[in-house]
């Protein structure tokens, strides 16, 4: 089984910064692509941030500014670090993994910005 635990959710001001982790475990065989997505209350959940295989990343418009994501050396593990956070950031944060043509996700992380 595969399972994704996200981590670092927090309650922060505006302005302030987070950085969120996800680390997969289970039977892996190969993940072809990680990524970050967030979901605010009565919104649809949209993709915040993708880091592929091959190294390449891919954000959000509304997000790139500010958001970086990145790969750990232990390849099983992803970052979201989040600078000058908004109000409107405001989002449960969930990471995916895609495994042989599959999509896997966490349950997770709550990121509340307060005014």
């Known amino acids: 089984q595969v399972q994704l635990v996200e981590s670092g959710g927090d309650l922060v001001q505006a302005g302030g910064s987070l950085k969120l982790s996800c680390v997969v475990s289970?039977?892996?065989?190969?993940?072809?692509?990680m990524g970050w997505s967030r979901q605010a209350p009565g919104e649809q959940r949209d993709v915040v941030a993708t880091?592929?295989?091959?190294?390449?990343?891919d954000y959000s418009y509304s997000v790139k500014g500010g958001f970086t994501i990145s790969r750990g050396v232990a390849k099983n593990t992803l970052y979201l670090q989040m600078n000058s956070l908004r109000t409107e950031d405001t989002a449960v944060y969930f990471c995916?993994?895609?495994?042989?043509?599959?999509?896997?996700w966490g349950q997770g992380t709550q990121v509340t910005v307060s005014s």
């Open positions: 289970g039977s892996i065989f190969s993940i072809n692509r």
């Open positions: 880091f592929t295989n091959g190294g390449s990343t």
């Open positions: 995916n993994a895609r495994i042989l043509d599959h999509d896997y």
